[in-house]
């Protein structure tokens, strides 16, 4: 007889239950379980969810008048709901829209969103920043970063932080989500084109809207810009006056606090320490090998002034010589009747660990008429020598380390990073704070400083095409792993604290590079389990290879890029990279930029531009005169100090207080929070050196309070 359980049942109950009574009983048990489980979810399940969408603050923003919106948790779809615009202008540019969805059912924590336009036909794309779900019954809140453009007819999908990897297990259950993520690329590789244009490092062809500036950030350059304008126009008068004295008027008829101490022009031991704590402190190398000095006009038996007895080769073997050679200006072109030296200076580290200097031969080659000037000479030829030699270490400074060795390496480096590595790649989210507003500015720098007739022609020796030859003749030179890294560059110019123990930029700037070292490790650590998680990520790698892929090829041609035939091999070669960056846009520029104004401000002190001839002998005597002689017309100096004030102010966040956060991953948002923490430590410790250091050694700009995350001055 086959086998029946309910006839087994029947038979174990008592005779009075009627079988049909049984089922009944079973059938209302789950009816009532059933109802158990929707109140259940009603009950305990069902939440007000507020829900805020943050429109990025970028140019050609539609004023998309209403979103589709889904949330998924576990995949379960818990709402399908049109974001209705409540006023005209929802969802505008910069703005924050929220919106309170009541009775939505979530079996557990929203894990994704679908985003599309309600409008297919609207052709202005709609930026979104972020989308942030919070649970108001709980108080959790969830943010998806989107950071994308979303265009008619598409639909974004973002899961959990957005942070993944190409390689990730993430996308082996989602193909068509990696095709998006390629797609996206393709796009990007559009958008993003190279520019090869007058041998400079690579550019961006033509500035997509992602990059320009924010509407509250052009406004405080703009009010900026034309506040100075509006004092310097009132002043023609080009005569600088009989003396010192009416040179320091300007700043009374400006009403611009002058420069600290308008004296130091005089000291030597301050004309030292502009190598150390300057604009151009990166420059001054110890002489390794008497050959470096093969082109000055110096002997090694020759006793050096201000030093007692001490000879060339006695400083030498007790490593307290030290030089510039500017010998990359030989041959650059000038504005016409303009001359520019390109000169060699030697310094000594002195009885009292200070750096002076004890002769300058202001161009490279030994003739009767290029002697090396010291000390020793009459006061007025003395300053002279020192006037020309700043003049040309100005134009290196401005074109080489400023413009060409931080804007516009860094340029390439942003544009590459587009390309090739997705919005949802980790070191895409790492970088980017970084990136902030770069190619902008660099567009309108430009335009601004490197034009036919534009600033650098008014207010530099070497004018526009001669700043254009010094980045070109310097682009062979920059290696990444070198001049881009810091401990390297330090050890390359053997500059080390045991040689010259007080170097206030060195020893600030190394703090921060190795907060930022420490920083990118545990990030790449995080993401990267081992090498070969890197070696199979092509994101990566095609950043990597068009980074030093020659520009006849198409890439950027960058030298000193760590790793092996165009690939990482390890994740210490990427973090040597990415730490470069970042230091380089933050720590870097900083220290070449903020203290324009002080340095360039005082003509004697920093000249940008001189006019006239440099001293071609040391007998003839020499008067005030003849310095003030030299000094551009005041319109040209007015200029200047237009220039250095606007690019000396600040308008973005310290560094680690991101204008956006791409980092949303709980497990880096803490590495970002240790990172904050750090820097807070660094800037206690810089601002107690600077309250015991003396006036002149003064150096905060390096304190990560006033260091910008990106170059966007």
Same mark, same amino acid.
Not at 145 to 152: E, M, N, T, V, W
Not at 553 to 569: H, K, T, Y
């Given at each position: 007889?086959?086998?029946?359980?309910?006839?087994?049942?029947?038979?174990?109950?008592?005779?009075?239950?009627?079988?049909?009574?049984?089922?009944?009983?079973?059938?209302?048990?789950?009816?009532?379980?059933?109802?158990?489980?929707?109140?259940?979810?009603?009950?305990?399940?069902?939440?007000?969810?507020?829900?805020?969408?943050?429109?990025?603050?970028?140019?050609?923003?539609?004023?998309?008048?209403?979103?589709?919106?889904?949330?998924?948790?576990?995949? $379960?779809?818990?709402?399908?709901?049109?974001?209705?615009?409540?006023?005209?202008?929802?969802?505008?540019?910069?703005?924050?829209?929220?919106?309170?969805?009541?009775?939505?059912?979530?079996?557990?924590?929203?894990? !994704?969103?679908?985003?599309?336009?309600?409008?297919?036909?609207?052709?202005?794309?709609?930026?979104?920043?972020?989308?942030?779900?919070?649970?108001?019954?709980?108080?959790?809140?969830?943010?998806?970063?989107?950071?994308?453009?979303?265009?008619?007819?598409?639909?974004?999908?973002?899961?959990?932080?957005?942070?993944?990897?190409?390689?990730?297990?993430? &996308?082996?259950?989602?193909?068509?989500?990696?095709?998006?993520?390629?797609?996206?690329?393709?796009?990007?590789?559009?958008?993003?084109?190279?520019?090869?244009?007058?041998?400079?490092?690579?550019?961006?062809?033509?500035?997509?809207?992602?990059?320009?500036?924010?509407?509250?950030?052009?406004?405080?350059?703009?009010?900026?810009?034309?506040?100075?304008?509006?004092?310097?126009?009132?002043?023609?008068?080009?005569?600088?006056?009989?003396?010192?004295?009416?040179?320091?008027?300007?700043?009374?008829?400006?009403?611009?606090?002058?420069?600290?101490?308008?004296?130091?022009?005089?000291?030597?031991?301050?004309?030292?320490?502009?190598?150390?704590?300057?604009?151009?402190?990166?420059?001054?190398? #110890?002489?390794?090998?008497?050959?470096?000095?093969?082109?000055?006009?110096?002997?090694?038996?020759?006793?050096?002034?201000?030093?007692?007895?001490?000879?060339?080769?006695?400083?030498?073997?007790?490593?307290?010589?030290?030089?510039?050679?500017?010998?990359?200006?030989?041959?650059?072109?000038?504005?016409?009747?303009?001359?520019?030296?390109?000169?060699?200076?030697?310094?000594?580290?002195?009885?009292?660990?200070?750096?002076?200097?004890?002769?300058?031969?202001?161009?490279?080659?030994?003739?009767?008429?290029?002697?090396?000037?010291?000390?020793?000479?009459?006061?007025?030829?003395?300053?002279?020598?020192?006037?020309?030699?700043?003049?040309?270490?100005?134009?290196?400074?401005?074109?080489?380390?400023?413009?060409? &060795?931080?804007?516009?390496?860094?340029?390439?480096?942003?544009?590459?990073?587009? #390309?090739?590595?997705?919005?949802?790649?980790?070191?895409?989210?790492?970088?980017?704070?970084?990136?902030?507003?770069?190619?902008?500015?660099?567009?309108?720098?430009?335009?601004?400083?490197?034009?036919?007739?534009?600033?650098?022609?008014?207010?530099?020796?070497?004018?526009?095409?001669?700043?254009?030859?010094?980045?070109?003749? $310097?682009?062979?030179?920059?290696?990444?792993?070198?001049?881009?890294?810091?401990?390297?560059?330090?050890?390359?110019?053997?500059?080390?604290?045991?040689?010259?123990?007080?170097?206030?930029?060195?020893?600030?700037?190394? +703090?921060? &590079?190795?907060?930022?070292?420490?920083?990118?490790?545990?990030?790449?650590?995080?993401?990267?389990?081992?090498?070969?998680?890197?070696?199979?990520?092509?994101?990566?790698?095609?950043?990597?290879?068009?980074?030093?892929?020659?520009?006849?090829?198409?890439?950027?041609?960058?030298?000193?890029?760590?790793?092996?035939?165009?690939?990482?091999?390890?994740?210490?070669?990427?973090?040597?990279?990415?730490? !470069?960056?970042?230091?380089?846009? !933050?720590?870097?520029?900083?220290?070449?930029?903020?203290?324009?104004?002080?340095?360039?401000?005082?003509?004697?002190?920093?000249?940008?531009? +001189?006019?006239?001839?440099?001293?071609?002998?040391?007998?003839?005597?020499?008067?005030?005169?003849?310095? +003030?002689?030299?000094?551009?017309?005041?319109?040209?100096?007015?200029?200047?100090?237009?220039?250095?004030?606007?690019?000396?102010?600040?308008?973005?966040?310290?560094?680690?207080?991101?204008?956006?956060?791409?980092?949303?991953?709980?497990?880096?948002?803490?590495?970002?929070?240790?990172?904050?923490?750090?820097?807070?430590?660094?800037?206690?410790?810089?601002?107690? #050196?600077?309250?015991?250091?003396?006036?002149?050694?003064? &150096?905060?700009?390096?304190?990560?309070? #006033?260091?910008?995350?990106?170059?966007?001055?």
């Amino acid at each position: 007889m086959p086998f029946s359980g309910t006839t087994r049942l029947k038979e174990q109950l008592p005779a009075t239950i009627d079988g049909r009574m049984f089922l009944k009983t079973i059938f209302a048990g789950v009816f009532l379980a059933l109802v158990f489980n929707y109140v259940l979810r009603t009950i305990i399940y069902s939440s007000t969810l507020r829900i805020t969408v943050q429109t990025g603050d970028k140019p050609r923003q539609s004023h998309t008048a209403c979103v589709f919106l889904t949330l998924s948790a576990d995949g $379960y779809k818990a709402l399908e709901k049109k974001l209705e615009a409540r006023f005209n202008h929802d969802f505008s540019r910069g703005q924050t829209d929220t919106f309170d969805v009541q009775n939505v059912k979530l079996p557990s924590e929203v894990d !994704s969103i679908e985003l599309s336009k309600c409008q297919p036909g609207d052709e202005i794309d709609w930026y979104i920043d972020i989308v942030r779900v919070q649970n108001m019954k709980t108080g959790s809140c969830k943010e998806f970063p989107i950071f994308r453009r979303l265009i008619s007819n598409e639909v974004v999908v973002i899961h959990n932080y957005d942070t993944y990897l190409p390689n990730d297990d993430f &996308y082996n259950k989602r193909p068509k989500m990696l095709e998006r993520r390629q797609r996206e690329l393709e796009t990007a590789k559009r958008d993003y084109e190279y520019k090869y244009e007058d041998k400079l490092p690579v550019m961006v062809k033509e500035l997509p809207d992602e990059e320009k500036f924010s509407f509250l950030y052009e406004m405080f350059l703009g009010l900026n810009l034309g506040k100075f304008i509006l004092l310097t126009n009132e002043f023609e008068n080009t005569d600088w006056g009989q003396n010192i004295e009416d040179v320091k008027d300007i700043y009374k008829h400006l009403n611009l606090k002058p420069p600290d101490d308008l004296e130091r022009w005089r000291s030597d031991e301050k004309f030292g320490l502009q190598r150390l704590l300057g604009v151009n402190s990166n420059v001054i190398r #110890r002489v390794k090998d008497m050959t470096q000095l093969q082109k000055l006009n110096v002997h090694e038996n020759d006793v050096l002034p201000t030093s007692g007895e001490l000879t060339v080769k006695k400083a030498f073997n007790e490593n307290r010589l030290f030089f510039v050679d500017h010998s990359i200006i030989q041959g650059c072109p000038t504005s016409e009747g303009i001359t520019l030296c390109s000169p060699i200076a030697l310094f000594v580290r002195n009885e009292f660990d200070k750096i002076v200097p004890v002769a300058i031969q202001l161009f490279q080659n030994k003739t009767e008429d290029n002697p090396v000037f010291s000390p020793n000479d009459d006061e007025i030829t003395w300053q002279l020598a020192k006037m020309w030699f700043n003049n040309a270490d100005a134009q290196v400074h401005q074109s080489i380390y400023h413009l060409g &060795y931080t804007h516009l390496i860094m340029e390439g480096f942003a544009v590459a990073a587009h #390309r090739h590595l997705s919005t949802s790649h980790p070191i895409f989210k790492l970088l980017a704070p970084h990136f902030l507003y770069l190619m902008a500015i660099n567009k309108g720098g430009m335009s601004l400083l490197l034009a036919e007739g534009k600033a650098l022609d008014k207010v530099m020796s070497s004018g526009a095409a001669g700043g254009k030859y010094l980045i070109a003749q $310097y682009k062979t030179k920059w290696r990444l792993n070198i001049e881009g890294t810091l401990p390297a560059d330090l050890e390359a110019r053997g500059v080390g604290k045991e040689v010259i123990p007080i170097y206030p930029f060195r020893d600030d700037a190394m +703090l921060t &590079y190795d907060v930022i070292k420490r920083y990118v490790h545990q990030y790449v650590n995080l993401y990267y389990k081992d090498e070969d998680v890197l070696k199979g990520d092509e994101e990566i790698q095609n950043w990597r290879s068009d980074i030093t892929r020659p520009e006849s090829q198409g890439g950027l041609g960058i030298l000193g890029v760590p790793g092996e035939n165009d690939r990482f091999q390890t994740k210490e070669d990427l973090a040597i990279v990415l730490t !470069s960056i970042i230091y380089t846009c !933050s720590v870097g520029h900083a220290a070449v930029n903020f203290k324009q104004y002080d340095e360039y401000a005082f003509p004697l002190n920093y000249p940008s531009k +001189l006019k006239g001839k440099p001293p071609t002998d040391k007998t003839t005597r020499r008067y005030l005169r003849d310095i +003030l002689s030299i000094l551009p017309p005041k319109p040209t100096h007015y200029a200047l100090m237009e220039v250095a004030v606007i690019l000396s102010s600040r308008g973005t966040n310290s560094l680690g207080d991101f204008e956006v956060d791409f980092i949303h991953d709980p497990a880096a948002v803490e590495l970002v929070k240790t990172f904050r923490k750090e820097l807070e430590t660094v800037t206690k410790i810089i601002k107690k #050196r600077n309250e015991e250091r003396p006036q002149e050694l003064q &150096y905060d700009y390096l304190d990560p309070e #006033r260091i910008p995350n990106s170059i966007s001055i």
